[in-house]
């Protein structure tokens, strides 16, 4: 469905509706009509008067259909021949011819008015559909001058069809573009279309956020003559998003002070260490300096073992903190070792006290990846807790967890949890990452659903499968820094 991008708001209603309301019409056209046939029958002028009657053929389309037109027209061709027999001698020759060129031009004009009537009523056709529907709906000329204005758009926008057809689109709404125009109309220009999220003032103005499609016009000879627009407002749908990402956010904090909390004891085994050699350091550094003389260089070196171990201590704090705060999205390029790296350091300890042995298969120079540190590290720290508590009840056979990252299907990272516990039963894994569910007696199920939520977040995947042994794999692809980037 088209409707012309030059058609003003009369056009699309028809003639009928810009002259057809006025009931003179009718008597207008008869009485030119009589007058015609008088001055025809009265005078022997050498001038076809009879293709007056083209002026009543046109008249009538304006408040007759098909039909009405026909008999009009047929009506005028009697009066024709009539008026030449009254006025007129049979041999008369010329007078023969006009009556013969006035018959013509009527009917060629009643034939070109019924198809353009019918063209018309087309026109208005479609625009009583683009009124039905509930997307707002306008056309605009190459000035981008408003020329079709459909009913969603007054209903959405507020502003009648009066008052928005002849403005500027974009200036009557306040337009506000994800890119500049110019390159939005190059891309119309060459493709014939354009989709995206604009936003538009109303009359009261609010602000709408839409999701907007243009399609352009061309005449016969491929010139670019209007485009079409087509908006949906989205502006409640992305503030529900916008509320859901947010009470997402909430969650994957409370998961994260949740498992930082079950990781006390690696925490402060990981901060003890540095602080543990920053005493014995000092008191080293001490005995130095008590020397006689003073072991100035034996001093220094354990000053400077100092500094190091309170900058570990420093790094291992800014982790924890990290973790432990609320924060936005914040990608950036990571090492995917470095990650796996900062997650071994937490856990250690928690691994220690549960006798579970780790194995590291990290395959060298992996591509970066571009992520959020905090929220990709706590997804790998939720699959190893995940993990432990899975081979907490095993006895009689070793603990082990492995760590594996490599390359996948080209750019992309794979990162592998697994473990060696009492594994997953076929008709759970579905519902793994499903918010709310867990195999846990005091569990929340919320833990694997936050970390499908973030993987999702960065462009990968994650799934779980069953060991041909003992226990289960977590898998998670991410692609790379290059791939993302682009």
């Known amino acids: 469905m088209t409707v012309s991008g030059g058609a003003s708001e ?3 209603k028809g003639p009928a509706a810009a002259l057809g309301g006025s009931a003179l019409l009718p008597a207008i056209a008869a009485a030119f009509a009589l007058g015609i046939f008088a001055f025809d029958a009265a005078t022997e002028l050498d001038i076809a008067v009879a293709v ?6 046109l008249l009538s389309v304006n408040f007759l259909r098909r039909r009405g037109v026909f008999i009009v027209a047929s009506g005028c061709m009697v009066l024709t021949v009539l008026a030449y027999l009254l006025s007129h001698p049979v041999e008369a020759d010329t007078a023969l011819v006009r009556v013969v060129m006035s018959l013509s031009a009527i009917a060629a004009t009643a034939f070109l008015a019924l198809k353009n ?7 208005q056709e479609q625009a009583r559909l683009l009124d039905l529907t509930h997307d707002t709906i306008f056309v605009r000329d190459m000035g981008d001058v408003i020329t079709y204005w459909n009913r969603g758009a007054e209903e959405l926008y507020g502003w009648p069809r009066e008052e928005a057809v002849g403005n500027v689109s974009h200036q009557l709404m306040k337009t506000v573009f994800p890119v500049p ?3 939005i109309t190059a891309e119309l220009l060459r493709v014939g279309r354009w989709e995206g999220e604009l936003i538009h003032t109303r009359r009261d103005g609010a602000r709408l956020t839409l999701s907007s499609r243009w399609s352009l016009q061309r005449d016969e000879r491929g010139r670019p003559v209007a485009t079409m627009e087509t908006n949906n407002d989205i502006t409640e749908r992305n503030q529900a998003q916008e509320a859901l990402r947010r009470t997402q956010a909430e969650l994957a904090h409370l998961n994260r002070v949740m ?5 006390t004891a690696s925490i402060a085994h990981e901060v003890n260490q540095p602080l543990a050699g920053i005493v014995t350091n000092g008191a080293a550094s001490l005995r130095w300096l008590d020397r006689k003389p003073p072991e100035l260089d034996e001093a220094r070196g354990a000053v400077q073992s100092m500094i190091d171990d309170g900058m570990r201590a420093s790094e291992v704090i800014k982790r924890i903190r990290a973790l432990s705060k609320k924060t936005e999205l914040q990608k950036a390029r990571l090492s995917v070792n470095g990650l796996i790296d900062d997650v071994v350091r937490l856990v250690e300890r928690e691994m220690l006290d549960q006798l579970v042995s780790l194995r590291l298969e990290v395959a060298p120079a992996l591509p970066a990846v571009l992520g959020d540190r905090v929220q990709l590290q706590q997804v790998i720290i939720n ?7 899975a081979m907490a009840a095993v006895t009689g056979r070793p603990r082990e967890l492995m760590i594996r990252a490599h390359r996948h299907e080209g750019e992309q ?13 076929p008709e759970v894994i579905e519902n793994l990452f499903n918010a709310f569910f867990t ?3 005091n569990g929340m199920g919320m833990g694997l659903s936050i970390s499908r939520s973030i993987i999702e977040a960065h462009g990968g995947r994650i799934w779980a499968t069953r060991n041909s042994g003992a226990g289960a794999t977590f898998q998670f692809t991410l692609p790379s820094y290059r791939e993302a980037a682009s």
Do not use: C, F, H, W
């Not at 009537?117 to 026109?123: D, G, K, L, W």
């Not at 498992?259 to 990781?263: F, K, R, V, Y």
């Open 413 to 425: 990272v794979l990162i592998e949890v697994r473990d060696s516990g009492v594994g997953i039963e």
């Open 439 to 441: 195999t846990k007696p």
């Open 181 to 183: 125009l110019e390159g």
């Open 52 to 57: 007056l009657y083209v002026v009543v053929v």
């Open 10 to 12: 009369a056009d699309l």
């Open 383 to 389: 699959l190893v807790m995940n993990g432990m508590e």
């Open 117 to 123: 009537q019918s063209a018309n009523m087309a026109v």
């Open 259 to 263: 498992t930082l909390g079950e990781l």
